[in-house]
């Protein structure tokens, strides 16, 4: 697939607390992830038609573009993640309660 390659990096600090708010115990979790994003727009400003022909219009412009985080991918990422990465959480917290 073509496109710019985005990293996420999302660390989630975990406490469990007993019923009298005692901590148990705490969980460091690390999940990365990668994502390609392209859109048209991201280069048709800087570049005009160079996005449909090889020059060196086209590659300076995606190099300028490449530099900058574009936001309109955050919600297709949290979309495409949410339901993976939710599951993930659930199934960690509730085997670490088990584990206690």
Known sequence: MIGYTYSCNIKIDIIIYDGQGGELK???????????????????????????TYNIGGFFGGIYNAAYFDPD????????IKDDYSNYLVTKIIKEIRDI
């Open 73 to 80: 991918i955050i919600d297709d990422f949290q979309l495409k």
């Open 26 to 52: 705490k969980l460091d979790t690390f999940i990365p992830y990668s994502i390609k994003h392209a859109e048209f727009d991201r280069t048709w400003y800087v570049n005009g038609l160079a996005w449909f």
